[in-house]
């Protein structure tokens, strides 16, 4: 959005972290392209109301790395691990996988 006056203004600059969260493509892809923080979950069940566990694998969680990096492109390189930094710096892009 552009031209947006939110108040309060936001204490970070140049504005808040986005955090986004998700398991399949397109949401991933999204989260590579404009997300601060981005959670990995396992995909969403065919019924839409539960987890499928079978889709949380290694290879599984490689291929959603491998949609962030490609939808980030220049981006992924700033990707950390988030359980492994111990503060935020408003250039990095933090990245927590969780398989709960």
Request: hydrophobic share 35%; aromatic share 6%; proline share 7%.
């Given at each position: 959005m552009?031209?947006?006056?939110?108040?309060p203004?936001?204490f970070?600059?140049?504005h808040?972290?986005?955090?986004l969260?998700?398991?399949g493509k397109?949401?991933l892809?999204i989260a590579?392209?404009?997300?601060?923080?981005?959670?990995?979950?396992?995909?969403?069940?065919?019924?839409?109301?539960?987890?499928?566990?079978a889709?949380?694998?290694?290879?599984?969680?490689?291929?959603?790395?491998?949609?962030i990096?490609?939808?980030?492109?220049?981006?992924?390189?700033?990707?950390?691990?988030?359980?492994?930094?111990?503060?935020?710096?408003?250039?990095?892009?933090?990245l927590?996988?969780?398989?709960?």
């Open positions: 552009n031209g947006f006056e939110v108040f203004k936001p970070q600059h140049p808040s972290p986005l955090l969260a998700g398991g397109r949401m892809s590579g392209r404009f997300a601060d923080i981005i959670t990995l979950n396992p995909p969403v069940a065919p019924d839409g109301n539960s987890i499928a566990m889709g949380a694998t290694a290879e599984a969680t490689d291929q959603q790395i491998a949609w990096r490609e939808a980030a492109r220049d981006r992924f390189s700033q990707i950390e691990n988030g359980e492994r930094a111990a503060s935020r710096s408003k250039d990095c892009v933090f927590s996988v969780s398989g709960h």
